[in-house]
């Protein structure tokens, strides 16, 4: 966001030409910005080669050093190790001493330093031969780096903890490393709960901005990816999908508030994310086949219970039904059938789990009705996103049931033929509604 | 402004004070500690090298122990001397030893029940010798092979302390291997 000052300089003359604003206006304006120091574009380039010769001696340093490596002995090779951590430190006291309102400075020297402090002690425990496992190295790394992030106001080293806190979830609470899960990752949510105050300011400062738009992707990523993680062994596969389904739904309802639901799709990664994940989570169990080894399994809930997911799943839920009472353009979103997936799921896993034909009976007809209900809207208030979206998800079940071996060939065949003419008619009457609006457009 | 400094300086020093404190440590128990020679066994061909170290199995994490240490993943001490220059575990307790001069933490992997008798496999916590990446696959193959030779005798050098150790230098028929990668 901004115009660049020489596109408002450009402008200018138009400016005064339309009456926006006055003569003696516009020459404070020139004169304003001719008074600014302005980097010479031969200056920069400058430094850019400076700095690229900088990147390469360093490098040449680097690969002479690791060369000759085990020639050296072990002290000289410890305090070669503490370089990488000495030099980011001084890149950052240099740059809050004279560079502190310099955003790259700011950014870069707290990055620097991010990386340093995880080389420093990778060849400290690569000398001594200190054996550790992965998930620990991360989270001392973290540890040790994650106040860089108000220190420097960093969203680069936020987004850098956010991806790191979620490797270190994934080794620890899947399993990865060790092959066992070894314990649940409750420091992940410290970690990330940390960060939270950042992304508060950022968004304070300015809620459109590129680095809110990183951090929200970052966030929503890390939290699908390490949600899983809080599930216990005796958890069963239906109950961690219907905790998603909670988290999902969190999402979407965040994607429909005031915040976010004027953002096109793409900048909104709530909505996306949301509406994306409780789909594929329906479309997951609209197999029978899935139901049956449910229904075979029994309705086991007490593994549940005793997972810190249950706690997570509910405290989603909680801030689901805030959101929901509070937030009036969720509520005006009701006939959309997205809304109430989560309550449907729970029905559908509560009274009809027993009876596997009917419960992938219902959620296949929960698609259906949620396919329809966008192919409507799509045609409704024209839009061809929306609509295809529609068709898209009905297509998506036809390709899925054409897998299904319960249903006969006659009805796939069918049903598949009414998705194909449906995706034509749709796109051809919307595309005719349009031309017919242009049309009377041109006319009047 | 001024604040931010200062917290900085704090968080340079903690920043700073765990790598130092990891070299003191490991300088402390090269210091004060006694070299032992722990016997090395071959391990699987298919995988035994995890990124740029080699995984050192030892003969003697093979443990005669009680029923109380039988739990996978508990933290134990070993305690060792020497036994005719080579490292032999003298016991493996749960507390820390109050009369052993040499001893170690090490974990418990797995146990089996063998004629009433119960075989501990502990996990020592000097099994990772880094190596250079260019030396890693020829490291892997004189290792591999001198473990399986009967002939010949592949051990570690670890220097043991009160509850730490530090492993120095993997040795084939009394040679470093370093000397050998150059061979």
Redesign the interface.
């Given at each position: 966001m901004g115009t660049s000052p020489k596109n408002l300089l450009e402008d200018l003359n138009d400016l005064v030409a339309k009456g926006v604003i006055s003569e003696d206006s516009a020459l404070a304006i020139r004169e304003y910005y001719s008074s600014r120091s302005v980097v010479p574009a031969t200056s920069r380039f400058s430094v850019i080669l400076g700095l690229l010769g900088a990147l390469l001696s360093g490098s040449g340093i680097v690969l002479v050093i690791a060369h000759n490596?085990?020639l050296l002995s072990q002290s000289i090779k410890?305090i070669i190790?503490?370089l990488p951590?000495l030099l980011g430190?001084g890149l950052?006291?240099f740059t809050?001493?004279k560079k502190?309102t310099d955003i790259v400075w700011r950014e870069s020297s707290a990055v620097i330093?991010f990386f340093g402090?995880a080389a420093?002690?990778s060849m400290?425990?690569?000398?001594?031969?200190?054996?550790g496992t992965l998930h620990g190295f991360l989270l001392?790394w973290l540890l040790?780096?994650i106040?860089?992030v108000y220190?420097f106001s960093s969203t680069m080293v936020a987004l850098l903890t956010i991806a790191t806190a979620t490797w270190y979830v994934s080794l620890l609470g899947y399993g990865f490393e060790s092959g066992t899960r070894s314990s649940f990752p409750f420091l992940y949510l410290a970690l990330i709960i940390f960060i939270l105050p950042h992304y508060h300011l950022q968004y304070k400062k300015e809620r459109l901005s590129v680095r809110i738009h990183f951090l929200n992707w970052f966030l929503i990523s890390s939290v699908i990816i390490s949600w899983g993680a809080f599930a216990n062994a005796e958890t069963s596969s239906i109950w961690i999908f219907f905790s998603y389904s909670c988290l999902f739904q969190l999402l979407y309802f965040a994607g429909l508030t005031e915040n976010y639901s004027q953002s096109p799709l793409m900048r909104n990664p709530f909505l996306l994310s949301g509406a994306t994940g409780m789909l594929i989570i329906l479309l997951i169990w609209s197999f029978d086949s899935l139901w049956q080894t449910f229904s075979r399994q029994g309705n086991s809930i007490s593994g549940y219970f005793n997972s810190p997911l249950f706690y997570l799943t509910v405290a989603a839920i909680l801030a689901g039904v805030l959101l929901l009472l509070n937030t009036s353009s969720i509520r005006r979103q009701v006939p959309n059938p997205l809304i109430f997936v989560t309550t449907i799921f729970l029905i559908v896993i509560l009274l009809f789990g027993a009876s596997p034909s009917i419960a992938a009976f219902m959620v296949n007809l929960l698609i259906i009705i949620t396919a329809v209900y966008f192919i409507r809207k799509g045609t409704k208030i024209n839009d061809f996103g929306i609509l295809n979206l529609g068709l898209t998800i009905l297509a998506t079940l036809a390709v899925f049931r054409f897998f299904d071996d319960s249903i006969p060939f006659v009805w796939r065949g069918v049903f598949f033929l009414g998705a194909g003419i449906l995706f034509f008619a749709a796109n051809l009457a919307l595309l005719k509604k349009r031309k017919a609006l242009t049309s009377l457009n041109n006319k009047e | 402004m001024k604040y931010l400094i200062i917290i900085f300086f704090a968080v340079a020093a903690i920043q700073l004070y765990i790598p130092v404190s990891m070299v003191l440590e490991k300088q402390a128990v090269i210091r004060n500690g006694k070299d032992f020679k722990f016997i090395a066994e071959p391990v699987d061909p298919t995988h035994p090298f995890k990124g740029k170290y080699l995984t050192i199995r030892y003969l003697s994490e093979h443990i005669t122990g009680d029923s109380a240490l039988q739990v996978a993943g508990y933290e134990v001490y070993v305690s060792v001397t020497d036994s005719s220059g080579f490292a032999k575990v003298s016991s493996v307790t749960t507390t820390e030893p109050s009369v052993a001069e040499h001893y170690f933490k090490a974990r418990v992997s797995y146990h089996e029940r063998s004629n009433n008798e119960i075989r501990l496999h502990v996990l020592f916590p000097f099994d990772e010798y880094f190596i250079d990446e260019y030396d890693a696959a020829r490291a892997e193959e004189i290792y591999n092979k001198s473990v399986r030779d009967s002939s010949g005798i592949t051990y570690a050098i670890v220097t043991v302390g009160k509850g730490d150790a530090v492993l120095r230098e993997l040795y084939t028929n009394d040679r470093p291997l370093k000397n050998l990668l150059t061979d």
């Amino acid at each position: 966001m901004g115009t660049s000052p020489k596109n408002l300089l450009e402008d200018l003359n138009d400016l005064v030409a339309k009456g926006v604003i006055s003569e003696d206006s516009a020459l404070a304006i020139r004169e304003y910005y001719s008074s600014r120091s302005v980097v010479p574009a031969t200056s920069r380039f400058s430094v850019i080669l400076g700095l690229l010769g900088a990147l390469l001696s360093g490098s040449g340093i680097v690969l002479v050093i690791a060369h000759n490596w085990e020639l050296l002995s072990q002290s000289i090779k410890t305090i070669i190790a503490f370089l990488p951590v000495l030099l980011g430190q001084g890149l950052c006291i240099f740059t809050l001493l004279k560079k502190r309102t310099d955003i790259v400075w700011r950014e870069s020297s707290a990055v620097i330093l991010f990386f340093g402090v995880a080389a420093t002690i990778s060849m400290i425990s690569q000398i001594f031969h200190i054996s550790g496992t992965l998930h620990g190295f991360l989270l001392t790394w973290l540890l040790l780096t994650i106040p860089l992030v108000y220190i420097f106001s960093s969203t680069m080293v936020a987004l850098l903890t956010i991806a790191t806190a979620t490797w270190y979830v994934s080794l620890l609470g899947y399993g990865f490393e060790s092959g066992t899960r070894s314990s649940f990752p409750f420091l992940y949510l410290a970690l990330i709960i940390f960060i939270l105050p950042h992304y508060h300011l950022q968004y304070k400062k300015e809620r459109l901005s590129v680095r809110i738009h990183f951090l929200n992707w970052f966030l929503i990523s890390s939290v699908i990816i390490s949600w899983g993680a809080f599930a216990n062994a005796e958890t069963s596969s239906i109950w961690i999908f219907f905790s998603y389904s909670c988290l999902f739904q969190l999402l979407y309802f965040a994607g429909l508030t005031e915040n976010y639901s004027q953002s096109p799709l793409m900048r909104n990664p709530f909505l996306l994310s949301g509406a994306t994940g409780m789909l594929i989570i329906l479309l997951i169990w609209s197999f029978d086949s899935l139901w049956q080894t449910f229904s075979r399994q029994g309705n086991s809930i007490s593994g549940y219970f005793n997972s810190p997911l249950f706690y997570l799943t509910v405290a989603a839920i909680l801030a689901g039904v805030l959101l929901l009472l509070n937030t009036s353009s969720i509520r005006r979103q009701v006939p959309n059938p997205l809304i109430f997936v989560t309550t449907i799921f729970l029905i559908v896993i509560l009274l009809f789990g027993a009876s596997p034909s009917i419960a992938a009976f219902m959620v296949n007809l929960l698609i259906i009705i949620t396919a329809v209900y966008f192919i409507r809207k799509g045609t409704k208030i024209n839009d061809f996103g929306i609509l295809n979206l529609g068709l898209t998800i009905l297509a998506t079940l036809a390709v899925f049931r054409f897998f299904d071996d319960s249903i006969p060939f006659v009805w796939r065949g069918v049903f598949f033929l009414g998705a194909g003419i449906l995706f034509f008619a749709a796109n051809l009457a919307l595309l005719k509604k349009r031309k017919a609006l242009t049309s009377l457009n041109n006319k009047e | 402004m001024k604040y931010l400094i200062i917290i900085f300086f704090a968080v340079a020093a903690i920043q700073l004070y765990i790598p130092v404190s990891m070299v003191l440590e490991k300088q402390a128990v090269i210091r004060n500690g006694k070299d032992f020679k722990f016997i090395a066994e071959p391990v699987d061909p298919t995988h035994p090298f995890k990124g740029k170290y080699l995984t050192i199995r030892y003969l003697s994490e093979h443990i005669t122990g009680d029923s109380a240490l039988q739990v996978a993943g508990y933290e134990v001490y070993v305690s060792v001397t020497d036994s005719s220059g080579f490292a032999k575990v003298s016991s493996v307790t749960t507390t820390e030893p109050s009369v052993a001069e040499h001893y170690f933490k090490a974990r418990v992997s797995y146990h089996e029940r063998s004629n009433n008798e119960i075989r501990l496999h502990v996990l020592f916590p000097f099994d990772e010798y880094f190596i250079d990446e260019y030396d890693a696959a020829r490291a892997e193959e004189i290792y591999n092979k001198s473990v399986r030779d009967s002939s010949g005798i592949t051990y570690a050098i670890v220097t043991v302390g009160k509850g730490d150790a530090v492993l120095r230098e993997l040795y084939t028929n009394d040679r470093p291997l370093k000397n050998l990668l150059t061979d």
